[in-house]
Each structure stands twice: as structure tokens, then as C-alpha cells.
């Protein structure tokens, strides 16, 4: 993997948001952008850890799996959530020790098993029997979290809808790994991303917590964990509860859980979202009925790929500053019709090379994007990246 430094003498910390700092980088390393600030990584980090003092955070990789925020959560003595073996061949080329880890797809081949306990990590999803039946050739191996399904409609992505049993299935789900001689260490439950309020998590932390009980009852497992997901809220143009104030009433529910039990958490967006933008190019613009119509170097099948995907809108903005503004349509560089990434935007006039930045860009845009048509995916940058080298820029193709 390539990479270059570079070194700013003037002050410790670069603020890549500042409009100056924008245009020096796309000056320096072209366009499309995504521009990850580190420092920002740390301060959601941060916040979300005195939101829920105690829960060890567990880094999902899934929306940004970039090596600069990877070793930076790592750094800050998080931990990591994995799903798929590329994510875990990642950390272990980062030299992460496997037993920061934790691998939650729900469903896996049985290579996917075999090669993340190749690479040491031990904690594994299951949510249903015949996936709990596949670790029974590794029983000496690997340790369990059954996960359990509590659908929310208010969450913007239900991930219930997918994956996670019934409640009233688990106890006979636990005993059917107490029969193959599987070891279950707890529950896991994730109530969907961009969840409106935590009453989802309340209540899942609440039947969790009954169930739990029952199942040490019958000794089916040892029962120690619980891992209460992600799904905390970030803005996007659109004001959502302080992450203090949203996750009072899940402290308040965890706190009447048994001290010896561990707590774990998957944020994913929460950390890496706000942290980064996106910065594109005007390649050129059209007027039609009436309005400007710019075609930018990024679009729905690169970095803004999760207003599809994610269900996401994305504040963008022109840095160009004064002038009137006009009705104005953002679209994507790519030959087909549904490339548009806003419509009815109030602009100033464009002109080709004018740069347009997209706000919380750092979840599941680049990481979905694709190159279709040939059109090459956002290089990404990744800035203030060690905590005693805030001034470094380093660009990480790959």
C-alpha cells in the first residue's frame, strides 16, 4: 500500500474542513476527495464514550473501512466489530491483535469461520440452528453471542428485519449449543441504523436481561456478554438528539444489569460518519428548462452512493462564495439518467472546476462506491491521522 507524508510546520492541527485546507488538498491530490479527519474520529469517539461509560466500543468496520480510522479507534483503546474475512485480513495487516475483535455477520461460509480463527479471533454471531451447528467442528475454537431480532420501524435502516431470532426462541437456540458443545457467551441485538429515539434499545436491553437470567438458570451457557449494537443518530442537514441525551435512558437500563456483566457496543456511523467530506469537481454544466445543471467528477455510483444504499442525504454546498443564486441540479458524471445527486439547490452560478463539498460523508460512501463507467472512485486523504503528528496528510489508495 502507497503512501506519502506530508508535514505542516505552521501548526499542529489541520482543520481539513476549512475552505482554505479544502482547495490546498484538492490542489495537491486532485478530485474527487474524501477527506477523513482523524481528530474528528477522536472527538465522536469520545463523546459517545462518556455517553456510555463502561461499554467497551466496538468499531464496525463496514462503513468505513479506511486503515486511518481503523488504527486511530485502536489508538483511542477501542475495539473492533468485523463481519466479513477482508475486514479481518485488514486489521490483521494493521498488526491489531485479534483479541480486540469480535465477528459478527450472523451468517457465514465455513470458510469465513476458518479463516478469522486462523487469524485468532474467537467471538462469533449466530442467530439461528443450522449456523449454530457450523461451529460444532469448532467448539474447542470459538465462543458464541446469540442475537436476538427487535424490529424497528422507526430506524431509518431495520436491521431486525434481516438478521436475529425471536426472543422466544432463544432458550431453545442456547440449548441446542449446550448439545453440540458450543460455549455461548451472551446476547447480541441491534435495532437499526439512524435509530429515532432509544427506546428500541431500552426495551431490548430489558428482554435480553430476562432471558439472560433464565438461561444461567439452566446453565446453558456462561452468559457474561451483551452487546447492545449501534444504530446512534448523526445529522445530516437535520437535527437529532444530543448523544448524551439520546443514550440516557439506555445508561439508566444498563445500569440495572449485574455488575460482572460486560457491555459491548457497535457504532459504525456515529464515529466515522461526521468525520469525514466529500469534495468533487464541476466537470461542466448544461441550462435546462430553466435551470443549471452541474456534472460533478463523484455521484450516486461513487461517494454519494449511500443516498442509495444507505438512505442518506447528504448536505452539499458550493465553496464558491457571493453572488445571486439559482434553482440548480448536482448530477453525477456517469451516462445514466438516475446519476443525480440533488435537484432544486439554491447555487450561485458554476463554472467548470468550482468545487463542491458534501458534509458527513464519512458512512457508507466510499465504501460502497464503485467505478462504473470507468469513472475512478474519490482517492481518499486521511488527515491529523497520529495524535503526536496532527499536521501529517496521508493519501491511502488502494
Known amino acids: 500500500m502507497a503512501t506519502r507524508s506530508r508535514k505542516s510546520a505552521a501548526k499542529a492541527y489541520i482543520d481539513p474542513f476549512d475552505p482554505a485546507e479544502i482547495r490546498r488538498l484538492v490542489a495537491e491530490f486532485g478530485s474527487p476527495l474524501l477527506i477523513i479527519d482523524c481528530q474528528r474520529v477522536r472527538e465522536q469517539y469520545r463523546k459517545l464514550h462518556r455517553a456510555l461509560p463502561g461499554v467497551d466500543l466496538h468499531y464496525a468496520l463496514k462503513p468505513l473501512p479506511h486503515p486511518s480510522v481503523v488504527e486511530t479507534i485502536v489508538e483511542l483503546g477501542g475495539w473492533l466489530d468485523l463481519a466479513t474475512t477482508g475486514e479481518t485480513q485488514l486489521v490483521t495487516q494493521l498488526g491489531i491483535d485479534p483479541a480486540r475483535c469480535i465477528h459478527t455477520h450472523p451468517i457465514k461460509r465455513d470458510i469465513d469461520i476458518r479463516n478469522a480463527l486462523h487469524l485468532g479471533v474467537k467471538i462469533f454471531v449466530a442467530d439461528n440452528p443450522d449456523e449454530v451447528r457450523k461451529f460444532e467442528a469448532y467448539r474447542e475454537q470459538a465462543e458464541l453471542l446469540l442475537r436476538v431480532s427487535f424490529r424497528s420501524p422507526g430506524a431509518v435502516v431495520d436491521l431486525s428485519r434481516k438478521f436475529g431470532c425471536d426472543p422466544e426462541d432463544l432458550l431453545d437456540l442456547a440449548r441446542l449449543a449446550r448439545k453440540l458443545g458450543i460455549t455461548v ?190 469513472f475512478p472512485k474519490a482517492t481518499v486523504v486521511s488527515v491529523n491521522r497520529r495524535p503526536g503528528d496532527r499536521g501529517s496528510v496521508v493519501p491511502l489508495p488502494f
Open 185 to 374: 457467551r451472551g446476547l447480541s441485538f441491534h435495532v437499526g441504523s439512524q435509530a429515532a429515539d432509544p427506546s428500541k434499545h431500552v426495551e431490548a436491553i430489558q428482554v435480553c436481561a430476562k432471558h439472560m437470567a433464565a438461561a444461567r438458570r439452566e446453565k446453558l451457557g456462561v452468559f457474561d456478554t451483551l452487546d447492545i449494537g449501534g444504530g446512534y443518530p448523526i445529522e445530516y442537514g437535520q437535527k437529532v438528539a444530543d448523544i448524551q441525551r439520546f443514550c440516557a435512558p439506555i445508561r439508566a437500563a444498563l445500569s440495572k444489569l449485574p455488575a460482572r456483566l460486560r457491555i459491548i457496543a457497535e457504532p459504525g456511523r456515529y464515529l466515522c460518519g461526521p468525520a469525514a467530506i466529500g469534495v468533487s469537481s464541476v466537470m461542466g454544466r448544461a441550462k435546462r428548462e430553466g435551470h443549471w445543471w452541474y456534472y460533478l467528477d463523484d455521484g450516486l455510483y461513487g461517494s454519494y452512493s449511500g443516498q442509495l444504499f444507505d438512505h442518506a442525504k447528504y448536505p452539499v454546498e458550493s465553496l464558491k462564495e457571493g453572488g445571486e443564486k439559482f434553482p440548480s441540479v448536482l448530477a453525477g458524471p456517469t451516462c445514466d439518467s438516475i446519476d443525480v445527486i440533488a435537484e432544486n439547490l439554491m447555487l450561485p452560478q458554476l463554472k467548470a472546476g468550482d468545487l463542491i463539498v458534501g458534509r458527513a460523508m464519512g458512512a457508507y460512501t466510499w465504501a460502497s462506491a464503485s467505478e462504473f463507467n470507468f
